[in-house]
């Protein structure tokens, strides 16, 4: 099974290789974890490094600020679409509720670029113009149509993190629409706010189940280590593991007899 | 008047039209109603339409029908073209 990789090589690795061709992927955070990073690293790397030509869809904010953000990590977004690697394109989800909305607004730019991989940031907008419970429905169609185009799809979804847990990913019967679920979230340890990336799912290959830390860095997001020495992240109380205090403790009193 | 001078000046005729050329040029990829690019340029529609109107006359900017709404899209190649032209005629301006 051909492997569509993100660029961030940790992920990647953690991914077995990367997501698998045609899957739609979830990327669902709290606020300002990092959710539109990754996605657009998903997309640069595509037409950079893969020669897969991608397509940004937002709705809220602005391809002009967009464009701006991405020159932070040295991505000149512009140049990629001069070059006809990637489109931006920025509507409003109303748009394509309409019943050939997804058709006129998306097919020009996934022609143009001949597009392999897709990104909507965010499935949220979707949800503010839809009846309750017609989401999913909604949510199913625009899936659908990226996988009859045999495109990569990332959804972004901003979770919503009260205290230490309650992610709604799964409320909105979202989670069983896609095939991978990438959860990022803050996460406070010993007083400092820290992020953490794990994969809830992955239908139909093996992943990585730890829980791991990343960084926006000025290149896009970098995955570091797991939080191998905690417990508890995801409640919001994480401990220091009692193997870990043990040996710190025990560090402790050698220093304290070498001073004496 | 040169061609070339008056679609300058039709292009710079009133400040709403500079916003939305501003905006469009910006953003490339915007494919919206009437209202809601209204909305990104602080405004609201009966006050874009005239000029809004001028610019697809123009070629500059293209329109279609997606179920029931009207869209707006720039139309990359002509506004390309009218860029070159504007160049030249600038251009033409400095050596004259």
Known sequence: MTRIRSGISELDKMLRGGFMEGDAVMVAGGAGTGKTVLALQYLVSGATQFGEGGVYVTFEQLPDQIYRDARNFGWNLRKMEDENRLRVVCTSPSLLL?????????????????????????????????????????????LMYFKTKGLSSVVTWEASQV???????????LGFLVDCIILLRFVEIESSIRKALTILKMRGSDHDRQLREFEITSQGVKVVAPFTQYEGILTGSPRRMAEYRFAEAFAEAAKKKRGK | MSKERELLDRLLSSEVKGEL??????????????????????????????????????????????????VFALDRARDKELQDTIANYIRSLKRG
Do not use: C, W
């Open chain 1, 163 to 173: 205290g230490g847990q309650g992610f709604t990913v799964t409320e909105t019967g």
């Open chain 1, 98 to 142: 309409e019943a050939d909305g997804l058709e006129q607004v998306l097919d020009e730019p996934i022609r143009e670029i001949n597009a392999r991989r897709i990104v909507v940031d965010s499935l949220n907008h979707l949800e503010m113009l839809v009846p309750e419970g017609e989401l999913r429905k909604e949510a199913y169609r625009l």
């Open chain 2, 21 to 70: 050329l501003l905006l469009f040029h910006r953003n490339p990829g915007m494919i919206d109603t009437m209202e809601n690019v209204a909305r990104r340029i602080g405004r609201e529609a009966k006050t874009i339409e005239t000029d809004m109107r001028d610019l697809v006359d123009l070629g500059l900017v293209k329109t279609r029908h997606i179920g029931r709404f009207e």
